[in-house]
């Protein structure tokens, strides 16, 4: 059962567009919501990260959207370059899962110049 | 800056064979955590050491196992490998923060494992 439930499982995006990728839990103990892009035969590496007690973070174009009440997250990508072609994860983390991070099941962004 | 170190970056292996990876975290991170990726799937939590000691244990397989050593370097032992357990295996490391591990997790580029 994924407990991170992600979509659009791929994603099609025109040069300087907005890609927008979404995300929903179920644990309601989850308290730190980070994204991650990983590139073909790599180790995902940190965008940004929020935790529940704010409902927007953004760190130059990317933005993550947070909705406690709805348990949703996204993630938007502005101006979007071709080389943020990749494979982007959600992932959650709370007290009572461990220190596990819990991973959507990815989307893979592709920006055509 | 200093990143996750992983070794070998590439391992091919026979059927029934053991394989060893190991994970060097970056200087003043005390917690490791293994990761198994399959194809096209999402990163799967498999065990994690904070401080030396085993702090989580996720679908990690009985014929694999793991330790933290003194100068916190890790290494994910696997025996019996079966074709399945193909797959990139990744080491994350989180900084030592008052209190316990710090949440983020860096992520090392990966061992590529490929059983034959």
């Known amino acids: 059962q994924q407990q991170v439930k992600q979509s659009p499982q791929s994603l099609i995006v025109q040069k300087g567009g907005i890609s927008i990728i979404n995300c929903a839990y179920e644990?309601?103990?989850?308290?730190?919501f980070p994204w991650y892009q990983q590139f073909p035969g790599k180790g995902p590496a940190l965008l940004i990260a929020?935790?529940?007690?704010?409902s927007e973070k953004k760190e130059g174009r990317f933005t993550i959207s947070f909705n406690k009440s709805a348990k949703q997250f996204s993630l938007h990508i502005m101006d979007s370059q071709p080389g943020d072609s990749a494979t982007y994860f959600c992932?959650?983390?709370?007290?009572?899962?461990?220190?596990?991070?819990?991973f959507g099941e990815g989307t893979q962004l592709t920006v055509n110049p | 800056a200093a990143g996750v170190i992983q070794s070998p970056r590439h391992l091919i292996k026979e059927k029934r064979e053991t394989a060893t990876l190991k994970c060097y975290p970056i200087?003043?991170?005390?917690?490791v955590y293994w990761y198994q990726q399959g194809p096209g799937q999402d990163p799967q939590f498999l065990i994690s050491?904070?401080?030396?000691?085993?702090?989580d244990k996720g679908s990690i397989p009985d014929r694999f196992s793991a330790q933290q050593f003194s100068d916190y370097h890790s290494e994910l032992n696997m025996s019996s490998l079966e074709l399945g357990d193909s797959a990139l295996y990744f080491c994350?490391?989180?900084?030592?923060?008052?209190?316990?591990?710090?949440?983020?997790?860096?992520f090392g580029p990966g061992t590529r494992l490929l059983v034959l």
């Open positions: 994350a490391s989180s900084p030592r923060l008052a209190g316990g591990p710090g949440e983020t997790q860096y």
């Open positions: 644990n309601t103990a989850f308290d730190y």
């Open positions: 929020i935790r529940p007690d704010v």
């Open positions: 992932a959650a983390k709370g007290e009572t899962s461990g220190s596990r991070l819990t």
């Open positions: 200087p003043r991170h005390d917690t």
């Open positions: 050491f904070y401080e030396k000691m085993q702090s």
